[in-house]
């Protein structure tokens, strides 16, 4: 496998030209991830860029970008492959008359007649291609196992044709809400990334570089907020995506500082239960 | 050492801390050594991380893992080997200070020669200006004067830790960082300003001690080598923390694991639902469908069953010697009564209450067991536990309530202050509802020894369970469902 980054840096600016802002560690694994050939496991609370992380890596690369979204009930029809019946019904009625049975059944269970689902579609594609397995914490434990074969190996099995192995080796992202445990054979073949809300100043420089024309001044307000609104005891700690939500309305409201008003007033972007937003203004005593 | 040797030890300790390293994981940290330089520490821990750390969880048991076998790699974490060079560094950090204009108070020769005073007032500057520089070197200087660390004197780090930051005076350090700001700021603070300085300000205290707590154990490690003092900072994995023994920080993330643990048994319990029995044959939907078959009733259609609603009523003892249980055991039932719609949960001491209104899903949990505490009329004589009482009682007011539907789960040592049993309640309710469990916190050695009478209660349940710690409710949320 030819390798596609030179060092951790090279991931960490590639990373920053596609507006993504990684840390060392988010870097350090997906650099290696590259080199091991391994996918990523990436877990943590909602909100704080895991999915947009596999998309990012795709556009850094070029590469497309497969997206399995999973849930419960998802099975290997949608998630790897299945017959094209009606294809095959077709075919062997065309010629009913003129092909002996064994040529028939040879000719229907070849790839043509095989639609793709994600999975095989993410390896036998020639080209680079970055798999995306969203939230796979939502299928049941049973279906976990589908994905075992692709992930360790990078092939699929498929009885009636034979083993599909990938032409080249796609980068792959599981993404986790950590809803249940996931089997240790899954997290075994992957590597593990926890995304945890960003320190501060990451925060700032996030808000400073998805949101267009903002402040410094600002940014560095916004990130300082929501710093000491997650340090409360919360049901639900505004994410890094509510962060930039909130930012974007205050530069359309004109504010250049917030002051405890104008927090109050919007604090319902950041939090999103009642309960939170009354202790939050409390908290910060701008509820006085 | 070779790195090789260097990481089998880690990964022997990490295993010995409770970290289940498989073999395949050892063989790609291996292969990750490989990709990733040692001396680029960071980057080197992220990467370890990610191939042997698979739960975020034991994130914690890691970095201290790894802070103490690999403190002493590259460069800028030597220690100096003798005072010489410890004087020249701490020389050519004093300079630095004084071209940037902050080191006022140590102009005369190193920071040996400073009074505590001065050190205070310059650890003041520091995390007044935010300064990382300044700051490290003064966790140095204050480990290396007030610790009083001696080679060999086997005390754990926290001894050195409690010695360094009592001299410093860290605990008003707050105070006075927030009034001399108050001092300098041109106006009125406002009180929304005012707090995020106050978040700032913590942040770079806590950020000082970790710094404080690195260096000691640099120090330590330096004086017994990495195994004996990774086998001193051993500490349990988070699901492996006694709910009895539990202090206020493990409580914390003990909550943050509880969320997910409660949502895989509403899961569990959902998809039961779904995939269960099918149902009695759907008449009309069969007839629909066999027109298509020319009125042969080819395939047959069933209802579609009906989902039970699981019930649950928890009840709970919270009576002083299951204190640090009960909290738990509150956690718990706040968790369990987000994600079922139907829960009533009861505390009692030798009297019996309904808490169900306290936990309702929007208040704060801190509010709601605030309640429990003090609302709650759980007292009958003396506020010693009596099941017995407790149990007649609730079937007195609440056993009627029980339907075939209704699990029950019973939580407490039954320590009994030798009182009635009155265990027929318990054999009632096994007959009346659908399940009785039993959650014990107490080691199972303990159990049906003094005025422990679990035995005799849990004879009538359907099992009873050790719980003690986080390993053991999932388990039996695993065997539950």
């Given amino acids: 496998m030819e390798n596609r980054f030179e060092s951790v840096e090279h991931v960490r600016d590639g990373l920053k030209k596609v507006h993504y802002l990684s840390d060392d560690g988010i870097a350090g694994v997906v650099f290696l991830a590259q080199r091991l050939g391994k996918p990523i496991l990436v877990e943590g609370p909602a909100g704080t860029g895991k999915t947009q992380l596999a998309k990012s890596v795709a556009e850094m690369l070029n590469a497309r970008l497969i997206r399995l979204q999973c849930y419960e009930g998802l099975d290997e029809s949608k998630a790897l492959y299945e017959w094209n019946y009606k294809k095959q019904l077709l075919r062997i009625q065309a010629d009913k008359n003129s092909d002996s049975w064994s040529q028939v059944q040879d000719d229907i269970f070849s790839e043509e007649f095989l639609l793709t689902r994600p999975l095989l579609e993410a390896i036998s594609s020639p080209d680079p291609v970055v798999l995306l397995i969203d939230e796979v914490d939502r299928v049941e434990i049973e279906t976990e196992a589908l994905l075992l074969e692709i992930l360790s190996e990078y092939q699929v099995s498929i009885p009636e044709l034979g083993t599909i192995t990938a032409k080249q080796i796609p980068m792959v992202f599981l993404t986790s809400n950590n809803t249940r445990e996931l089997s240790e054979a899954l997290k075994r073949r992957c590597l593990f990334l926890h995304i945890d809300y960003p320190d501060m100043e990451r925060e700032k420089e996030i808000v400073l570089t998805k949101v267009p024309d903002i402040t410094q001044n600002l940014a560095d307000q916004i990130a300082r907020i929501v710093r000491s609104i997650r340090q409360l005891d919360l049901k639900k700690a505004p994410s890094v995506s509510e962060t930039l939500d909130w930012a974007r309305t205050l530069m359309l409201m004109g504010i250049e500082n917030i002051d405890a008003q104008e927090a109050k007033d919007t604090l319902h972007i950041l939090l999103k239960y009642q309960t939170d937003i009354t202790k939050a203004a409390k908290e910060l005593s701008v509820d006085k | ?481």
């Fill in chain 2, 1 to 481: 050492m070779t790195v090789l040797d260097l990481m089998s030890g880690f990964i022997a300790e990490l295993r010995k801390a409770g970290l289940p390293v498989s073999l395949t994981e050892n063989l790609d940290a291996m292969e990750a050594v490989k990709e990733i330089p040692i001396e680029d520490r960071q980057a080197f821990k992220y990467a370890l991380a990610a191939t042997l750390v698979k739960s975020n969880s034991h994130w914690r048991a890691f970095e201290t893992i790894f802070e103490v076998y690999f403190s002493l790699r590259g460069p800028e974490h030597q220690i100096p080997s003798d005072m010489t060079d410890s004087d020249a560094e701490l020389w050519r950090e004093e300079q630095e200070m004084q071209q940037q204009g902050e080191g006022a108070a140590g102009s005369g020769g190193g920071m040996d020669s400073l009074t505590p005073e001065e050190i205070a007032q310059m650890l003041m500057q520091a995390l007044m200006n935010g300064d990382q520089a300044m700051m490290r070197a003064l966790a140095r200087q204050s480990v290396q004067r007030f610790a009083g660390m001696e080679p060999g004197r086997p005390v754990g780090g926290t001894y050195y830790l409690y010695r360094t930051l009592r001299n410093l005076d860290l605990d008003n350090m707050l105070d006075k960082l927030m009034e001399a700001n108050r001092e300098q700021a041109a106006e009125e603070l406002t009180k929304l300003e005012e707090r995020l300085e106050k978040d700032e300000f913590e942040s770079r205290i806590e950020q000082f001690k970790q710094e404080v707590e690195a260096e000691i154990r640099r120090r330590l490690v330096a004086d017994r080598g990495a195994e004996a003092m990774a086998k001193t900072l051993r500490k349990p994995l988070p699901e492996d923390v006694e709910f009895m023994h539990a202090n206020k920080e493990e409580m914390q993330s003990l909550k943050k694991a509880l969320q997910p643990l409660t949502r895989k048994l509403a899961a569990k319990l959902a998809r039961k639902r779904r995939h269960g029995r099918r149902g009695p044959l759907d008449f009309r939907a069969t007839v629909r469908s066999s027109l298509s078959y020319g009125g042969v009733p080819a395939d047959p259609r069933f209802k579609y069953p009906r989902p039970s609603k699981p019930e649950l009523m928890v009840v709970a003892d919270i009576s002083g010697s299951v204190a640090a249980f009960a909290r738990f055991t509150l956690m718990l039932v706040y968790a369990i009564q987000g994600q079922f719609s139907k829960v009533r949960s009861f505390v009692f001491i030798d009297g019996i209450d309904e808490v169900t209104d306290y936990f309702k899903s929007n208040v704060d949990i801190s509010d709601a067991i605030h309640r429990v505490n003090t609302e709650a009329d759980v007292v009958w004589v003396d506020g010693h536990s009596d099941y017995g009482h407790a149990f007649e009682v609730f079937w007195e007011r609440y056993g009627k309530d029980i339907n075939p539907k209704t699990t029950i789960l019973l939580l407490g040592d039954a320590r009994n202050n030798y009182h009635a049993a009155s265990s027929w309640v318990i054999k009632e309710m096994q007959k009346r509802g659908r399940h009785v469990y039993w959650l014990n916190p107490e080691p199972r050695s303990y159990w049906n020894t003094g005025d422990s009478i679990v035995g005799e209660y849990g004879s009538f349940t359907d099992g009873v369970y050790e719980c003690r710690n986080l390993r053991q409710l999932e388990a039996f949320v695993e065997k539950l469902a």
